[in-house]
């Protein structure tokens, strides 16, 4: 399926305060939602307590290859990328010469 690219903003989209589980339950639903393809056909139990060690370490690796996919097929600035910041999940702004997190518009306090 070739879908077209969505632009997006920098921002916040998935609050941490949903927690780890729920939001990687919402981060791949957003992700399918834009085209993305599991290789694998995963149910998603009812809690995070239902989650195996190994379940949960797939779930990691699924959403870290995720933030990738994201990054590679949604239109936003070349200094933004999908990713966690501080517990919260989105698509995040950085400086060109160190990497660290930046407000869009402002420049890098370390650099």
């Given at each position: 399926m070739n879908m077209e690219?969505?632009?997006?903003?920098?921002g916040c989209y998935f609050d941490g305060a949903?927690?780890?589980?729920?939001?990687a339950?919402?981060?791949?639903?957003?992700?399918?939602?834009l085209g993305w393809n599991s290789p694998f056909t995963f149910?998603?139990?009812d809690s995070a307590s239902d989650l195996s060690d190994d379940n949960h370490?797939?779930?990691?690796?699924?959403?870290?290859?995720i933030e990738e996919w994201l990054t590679d097929n949604t239109i936003h600035e070349e200094n933004e990328s999908w990713c966690w910041s501080d517990g919260d999940f989105g698509?995040?702004?950085?400086?060109e010469e160190c990497g660290e997190f930046i407000n869009k518009g402002e420049g890098c306090i370390i650099c």
């Open positions: 690219k969505e632009k997006f903003e920098v949903f927690g780890f589980y729920n939001n339950v919402r981060i791949v639903a957003f992700a399918e939602g149910e998603f139990p370490q797939w779930l990691v690796e699924t959403i870290d290859e698509l995040w702004a950085h400086c």
